[in-house]
């Protein structure tokens, strides 16, 4: 079955790097989508991309953050000065196809974003 | 914006018991409610959704119902199972729009 895939697991940061945090979405979705969720709390939409830019964002969403599509294949959100509030499990989703719009959204494993 | 409401943070049934997970949204521009079942250390995964074209939805064990007057729609898991247990979100969004807005989650257990 094909599913989403997220690198890496886990990530560890200072308190103002950048970090890149990459996802492969399943091959014929259209439409991809990053999330948050801080430990314990709702999971929130930051943002989604589709033909090559962003269609929507969420508050959340502020200049520290950017998305990407270098490839045929990968997604990846880069956060440029990450702060202490940052840490949180980032989810990577995708929807769609090549012949009919969907709003399913099938989510990756995760990756597991620590700020110290 | 959209505002998901969900109830109960925790739920305890026993095995064979079924269990019940009420939400309720704000916007009444919505016209799609997915479930999402999450597991310890891995992401969302849709288990069942329904459109607002309809009022109830069923597939196996689970079953979901919408009252779009009411504006809440509820997950129905019967003869629960050791692994049903997991965190249950509901979520809300219209067709056409890119975000989901969840709920804050249910934490399902099934005692043994």
């Known amino acids: 079955e094909p599913e989403v895939t997220q690198t890496p697991s886990h990530q560890v940061t200072q308190m103002g790097q950048e970090v890149i945090l990459r996802c492969v979405p399943i091959s014929n979705h259209l439409y991809f989508y990053w999330y948050r969720q801080i430990l314990g709390q709702k999971v929130e939409f930051l943002v989604s991309f589709y033909n090559n830019e962003i269609s929507e964002k969420s508050e959340i969403f502020d200049d520290q953050f950017s998305v990407e599509r270098p490839d045929g294949s990968n997604f990846t959100l880069k956060i440029r000065s990450t702060k202490l509030e940052d840490s949180a499990m980032y989810f990577c989703?995708?929807?769609?196809?090549?012949?009919?719009?969907?709003?399913?959204?099938?989510f990756g494993q995760g990756t597991r974003l620590t700020v110290v | 914006g959209e505002n998901v409401e969900q109830h109960p943070s925790t739920l305890s049934v026993q095995e064979g018991d079924s269990a019940v997970i009420k939400c309720t949204y704000s916007?009444?521009?919505?016209?799609?409610f997915p479930w999402y079942k999450q597991e310890l250390g891995k992401g969302p995964q849709l288990i069942i959704d329904i459109r607002s074209n309809v009022g109830e939805k069923k597939d196996q064990r689970i079953a979901v119902t919408l009252n779009k007057t009411a504006k809440h729609f509820s997950l129905h898991i019967t003869e629960t199972q050791p692994e049903d247990s997991a965190v249950y979100f509901c979520?809300?969004?219209?067709?056409?729009?890119?975000?989901?807005?969840f709920g804050k989650g249910t934490h399902l257990i099934i005692q043994p």
């Open positions: 989703a995708s929807s769609g196809s090549s012949f009919w719009f969907s709003t399913e959204a099938f």
């Open positions: 916007d009444s521009a919505s016209n799609y």
């Open positions: 979520a809300a969004s219209w067709e056409g729009a890119d975000g989901l807005t």
